[in-house]
């Protein structure tokens, strides 16, 4: 495990007032976004009992734990306690945080937490992107990028040409001609991942057509990897009643 | 006019459809609560009789009796909804509806096997089940995935559907049986939309608050 930014989510999917649970190298994390727009990325657990927050509501700016109610706000600092209405909260209570940003149409994450200084992520924005999916695939993300680094760049609009593929720690581009596509992958854990997909590229032309074209393209290379890896989940047919 | 009257266990998925589809339909009902777990009433000569397959929901209304959630729902939208806005009346929409009831009570059985197991400590292989539980949802997401491509919001046409209602339970409760949300991102936008949808009710294991 190498302490970076990595992605955790595609930033569209990822509704205001809502929340979810994910993992980077098996520790849980929770992603929700505010009702301001402002995404945020903590560690998955209430400091009163370690229930994960991701299983809790977001209102308004504060996050709820689904246990006993505990309301954090977007400093990750708890603000209210249901069973002591009248308690001003102490400081000392609050959930542990990482640094997050939105780039590339992507949430990152950098995975050291309660960082103060995290290093530069070392790419800069592009815009626009449109964003496609979040595919979850059952094979460690280094497995994941040796298909990515062999993989071609689907077809969009404006292909032409060999595929140029370029690579940071967790983001890979697939090009030809015009056409690029952004892969950002995930460690789950050591033998799960998930790849962030999106198009280099206006909305107005991609939406629809490009977006189902990347999709299928995904949906392809996940085959590709699992049956690679002997994944079980192709293999044994589902259990018929 | 005769009395709907549902055979139900709190706890059990496939009454709950029923419950669900009831619910945002309007209807009144009795409701007779059979205790399957750990009773076993359900394979009591009383329930036997009325439905040899020694399965719930069992519906009845007058003299007809009824069992299995889906086909359950396909006479309750006939009966009631007018509109056929739960069950299409036009061909395609009609049988797209029906291919994913079918995936419902099929498909998403390894779901309902491996809760049983996980909650009722059911025979089972849990490893067996958890994939194959894994495969239904993932065929679900790639669905819901492709369908917002499309700017759809729902399994089948332009209006929530039986198809919505009999397959949000197994995802619903799948951290029952240890298959968290965090794959299923198109899912859970829909899971969403579906908690607002009037006449929308829970069940224990889905939360009340999201």
């Known amino acids: 495990m190498e302490t970076g930014w990595y992605p ?89 945080t990482y640094p997050s940003i939105e780039r590339l149409g992507i949430v990152w994450a950098y995975d050291d937490l309660d960082s103060d200084a995290p290093q530069d992520i070392g790419f800069a924005e592009r815009a626009p992107v449109t964003p496609v999916r979040s595919l979850y695939i ?58 962030h997909i999106v198009i280099a590229g206006s909305p107005d032309v991609h939406s629809g057509d490009s977006q189902k074209r990347v999709s299928a393209w995904g949906e392809a290379l996940r085959r590709e990897i699992e049956g690679a890896a002997g994944y079980a989940g192709e293999l044994r047919h589902g259990v018929a009643p | 006019m005769s009395e709907i009257t549902l055979y139900d266990f709190e706890l059990d998925e496939n009454c709950y459809k029923v419950r669900l589809l009831l619910s945002v339909l309007g209807l009144s009902y009795r409701k007779v609560a059979v ?103 993932r065929l679900m997401e790639d669905h819901m995935t492709a369908r917002e491509f499309d700017r ?17 339970p197994a995802i619903a409760l799948s951290r029952d049986f240890g298959i968290e949300h965090e794959a299923y991102p198109a899912l859970r936008r829909w899971m969403r939309l579906l908690r607002a949808i009037p006449g929308f009710m829970t069940m224990p294991g889905i939360s009340d608050y999201y």
């Open chain 2, 35 to 137: 205790n399957m777990v750990p009773g076993r009433e359900h394979l009591a000569v009383a329930l036997m009789t009325l439905n040899p397959r020694g399965s719930l929901p069992i519906l009845t209304n007058g003299e007809f009796v009824l069992s299995e959630a889906e086909a359950i729902m396909t006479y309750l939208a006939r009966a009631y909804d007018d509109g056929n806005t739960w069950l299409p009346a036009e061909p395609k929409g009609h049988g797209t509806v029906a291919m994913w009831l079918q995936f419902a009570s099929r498909d998403l059985h390894a779901a309902y096997l491996a809760r049983r197991l996980a909650m009722f400590d059911e025979p089972g292989d849990e490893v067996a089940l958890g994939l194959a539980a894994r495969r239904a949802f």
């Open chain 2, 152 to 168: 759809a919001a729902w399994f089948v046409g332009d209006n929530p559907s039986l198809a919505d209602l009999a397959l949000f």
């Open chain 1, 8 to 96: 955790v989510a595609l930033a569209e999917g990822l509704e205001r007032g809502t929340s979810t649970g994910t993992r980077l190298f098996g520790r849980e994390l929770v992603v929700w976004r505010d009702s301001a727009d402002t995404s945020h990325v903590w560690e998955d657990r209430c400091p009163h009992r370690g229930m994960r927050l991701s299983f809790g509501f977001v209102r308004d700016n504060h996050i709820a734990c689904l246990y006993h109610g505990w309301q954090y706000d977007t400093s990750a600092q708890c603000r209210y306690i249901p069973a002591h209405p009248d308690l001003a909260v102490p400081n000392t209570i609050r959930v542990a």
């Open chain 1, 138 to 195: 059952d094979a460690s993300a280094a497995k994941v990028f040796d298909a990515l680094v062999l993989a071609e760049c689907p077809s969009l609009k404006d292909a032409g040409g060999a595929t140029q593929r370029s690579r940071t720690d967790a983001l890979a581009s697939l090009k030809s001609g015009g056409d690029e596509i952004l892969v950002a992958v995930q460690p789950l854990s050591d033998v799960e991942s998930a790849l």
